[in-house]
């Protein structure tokens, strides 16, 4: 798909997500001037990055990974001679869950079909997840490692899956925000975005 149809595409989605009032977490969004979070980035990027759910100031911007796990997401990227430009972020959960709680099961359920579509859209070779919603997004979505695995344990790891569009990579990270307080895994995240360079 050209680059312009792809862009067009992906703007068309992002109105959907902005109109979305069916969404419990709509309420608090009007009521705190908060935007939906859709994602940013290269509509054809090689690799797409998903979070958790935007932050305060992220719901404030509009735009993903923008506060202080942005900032460390961003030297990561650059630890590996990428710009943000180059890539496309976005989360699982388009909307600033109240308190920076845990996204609930019904959002994660009502948001999935527009992430789905991005990725159709898009049509990554690497699907790089940060944290643990993404993760058990991505590989129930692909239908890879049955079992629920731990993060901690398969970090860093890659998966073969098969998309509709072809061959995608599925790469499980830690949350960039474990590294603002945990210096084992900063220099976990480190390493394993050196062997995300690796796979493009
Ligand atoms: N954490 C996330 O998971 N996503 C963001 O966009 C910001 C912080």
Redesign the pocket.
Known sequence: MPEAKKAARLASLAQQVADLSSSPLYEYRQKNSYHA?FGEGDPDADILFI?????KQ?AQQGR????A??RMLDKLLESIGLAREEVY?T?VVKDRPPENRDPQPEEIALYAPFLAQQIAIIQPQVIAT??RFAMQFVLAHFDVAAGDPKISQVHGRPFAAEAEYGRVTLLPLY?P?VALYNQTQRQTLFDDFEALSHLI
């Open positions: 979070v979070g958790e759910a935007p932050g992220e993903p990974f923008v506060g796990s942005g972020i989360n940060l944290g949350h925000a």
